[in-house]
């Protein structure tokens, strides 16, 4: 079936530096990939996404980028806080399909003072 | 957001027994979600609903059913629960329009422990 990989498993940053998390997807069809914050015990929380017309997307420290040909996009997080600390996951959605919907196995970053 | 709220919070049950996980939104949104949470394996997407009266499976649907009589509930029922069924569950909900038009809002979770 479909699936979506996600890299690495965990992550561990200096303050300040930046951190990379990697989504690999397998069905060509998707055609819009949001990225979830997921702190200890708390929900989901929407904190970027992007579409497949556009291959990079910013807001403030976090930057989304996306490689159809390759069918993979990364998260960018630059200068990154203690706040950040938290579960990363990423999804590849079918715009016009609610049954298909395939998250990543999730990132552990973590942000060391 | 206090707008889609899940109870039980936390449940401890048996295995073999039926159990009703609930999810209720007050923004009357068309689309919403139950998703599983495991290590390992992220959130994976058990049943959705369109609108009242209309859900469909999702990734992982097998020992689930829904229903969707109100646009503002959809009750989640394990009716013989199993092991394999402990997880988080987190429903979800958005409003109108194509996947990407709007985000979902993910409800609190409900943790569920079957022994």
């Known amino acids: ?21 990697k989504c690999t997807y397998s069905d060509s069809a998707s055609n819009y990939f949001p990225w979830y914050k997921q702190e200890l015990g708390k929900r989901p929380q929407l904190i ?17 980028t996306l490689n159809k040909t390759a069918k993979h996009f990364s998260l960018h ?10 579960v990363y996951f990423c999804a590849a ?21 | ?22 999810c209720h939104q007050t923004w009357s ?10 290590l390992g394996h992220g959130l ?3 049943y959705y609903s369109a609108a009242a009266d209309i859900t469909d499976k999702g990734e992982v649907p097998d020992g689930y059913v829904v229903s969707r009589s109100k ?25 109108q329009g194509g996947l990407g038009d709007q985000p979902q809002h993910f409800g609190d979770g409900t943790r569920l422990s079957i022994l």
């Not at chain 1, 992007?50 to 976090?62: A, C, L, P, T, Y």
């Not at chain 1, 997080?77 to 600390?85: A, K, L, R, V």
């Open chain 1, 93 to 113: 959605i079918l715009y016009s399909s609610a049954s298909k919907i395939i998250f990543g196995s999730g990132t552990r970053l973590s942000i060391r003072p």
């Open chain 2, 29 to 38: 949104h068309s689309y919403m979600f139950w998703y599983r949470q495991d």
């Open chain 2, 71 to 95: 646009t503002e509930n959809f009750p989640l029922t394990l009716e013989s629960a199993t092991r394999s069924q402990t997880s988080v569950y987190f429903c979800a909900s958005k409003g």
């Open chain 1, 1 to 21: 079936g479909e699936n979506v990989e996600q890299h690495p498993s965990t992550l561990s940053v200096q303050e300040g530096d930046s951190a990379v998390i």
């Open chain 2, 1 to 22: 957001d206090a707008g889609i709220t899940q109870s039980p919070r936390y449940k401890i049950t048996e295995t073999g027994r039926q159990v009703t996980l609930m």
């Open chain 2, 44 to 46: 994976r997407l058990i």
């Open chain 1, 77 to 86: 997080i630059t200068e990154t806080q203690p706040e950040d600390s938290a």
């Open chain 1, 48 to 64: 970027i996404d992007i579409r497949s017309n556009v291959g990079e997307k910013k807001d403030q420290r976090i930057a989304v």
